[in-house]
């Protein structure tokens, strides 16, 4: 059974820092895609981030670039988003999710398989 947690949210001030973990289990993650979206309050889901489980190839929506890291460490069967600088504006709740082709999309509907989100609240 794929399994995804997402975990490390909370409150930062604007300019501060976070560390989004996933934890990820049932499948090989050599053969998946990653992504992380984000929701805020009366809007669409948003791709943030993705990484390739096959090649670790990256992606950032333009609004965190620079400002964010998608890594993965495949022996803790981990996915992480560093979030650096962070502003208002990137207050949501924040998810992975993985999909079963070795590459990330910034689609959501590309996606199967969602972990429980984590709420990021940055305050200015």
């Known amino acids: 059974e794929v399994q995804l947690q997402a975990s490390g949210g909370g409150l930062v001030q604007a300019g501060g820092s976070l560390t989004l973990s996933c934890a990820v289990s049932?499948?090989?993650?050599?053969?998946?895609?990653i992504g992380w979206f984000r929701q805020a309050p009366g809007k669409e889901r948003e791709g943030v981030s993705g990484?390739?489980?096959?090649?670790?190839?990256?992606y950032y929506v333009d609004s965190v670039k620079g400002r964010f890291t998608t890594s993965n460490d495949n022996a803790k069967s981990m996915v992480y988003l560093q979030m650096n600088n962070l502003k208002p504006e990137d207050t949501a709740v924040y998810y992975c999710?993985?999909?079963?082709?070795?590459?990330?999309?910034?689609?959501?509907?590309?996606?199967?398989?969602w972990g429980q989100g984590t709420q990021v609240t940055v305050s200015s």
């Open positions: 990484i390739s489980g096959r090649d670790g190839t990256t």
């Open positions: 049932g499948f090989d993650f050599e053969d998946y895609g």
């Open positions: 999710a993985a999909r079963s082709s070795p590459f990330s999309s910034p689609s959501p509907v590309a996606y199967s398989y």
